[in-house]
């Protein structure tokens, strides 16, 4: 009985088309909601200065525990002749390859400083290609800005602000 059934399964889509895309000649649209992609991290385009503080919100709260922010600390003068402290992220790595795509590392940040991108990667073939560093978290940064990349649909409302002056 079970070969019958299974028979007239393959019988009834025989004739139907086939739902493969074929991905590098075709692309599908990016649903609006998806949370597959990239991480970028953020600067402010007006200063120029990078939007991680350093606080280490994001490393903490991970579950895989995928990302790595070492805090530095520099003295500043203020224009009135006094001195503060800032810290920003010395190093900040991130390794994709464990990544759940949860998004509370996005969530968690108080500055906006770590963002999700809507972009289909291209795989990996080596671990090398799954580790971002600083340097390529912050240019996914500049490529957001120049409207290279979308942020993903829940978080990063202030950096969709910056691109988009009417949403402000």
């Not at 399964?9 to 998806?34: A, L, Q, S």
């Not at 990078?50 to 070492?70: A, W």
């Not at 010395?90 to 969530?107: H, I, N, R, T």
């Not at 073939?125 to 120049?146: A, H, Q, V």
């Amino acid at each position: 009985m079970s070969l019958l059934r299974n028979m007239f399964v393959n019988f009834k889509h025989i004739f139907k088309k086939p739902v493969t895309v074929m991905y590098p000649n075709k692309i599908r649209e990016v649903p609006d909601r998806w949370r597959l992609g990239g991480f970028a991290l953020t600067y402010n385009p007006e200063t120029g200065e990078e939007n991680c503080i350093g606080c280490q919100l994001c490393q903490n709260i991970c579950p895989s525990q995928i990302i790595t922010v070492v805090r530095g600390m520099e003295t500043i003068t203020l224009p009135d002749g006094s001195t503060k402290k800032k810290t920003f992220a010395k190093e900040f790595y991130l390794d994709f390859q464990a990544c759940m795509q949860c998004e509370l590392c996005v969530q968690v940040c108080p500055t906006d400083a770590i963002v999700m991108v809507k972009e289909r990667r291209k795989p990996g073939y080596t671990r090398e290609d799954l580790l971002y560093d600083k340097e390529k978290l912050l240019e996914n940064g500049r490529r957001i800005l120049k409207g290279q990349l979308e942020v993903s649909w829940i978080t990063g409302n202030r950096i969709r602000e910056l691109q988009d002056p009417k949403r402000a």
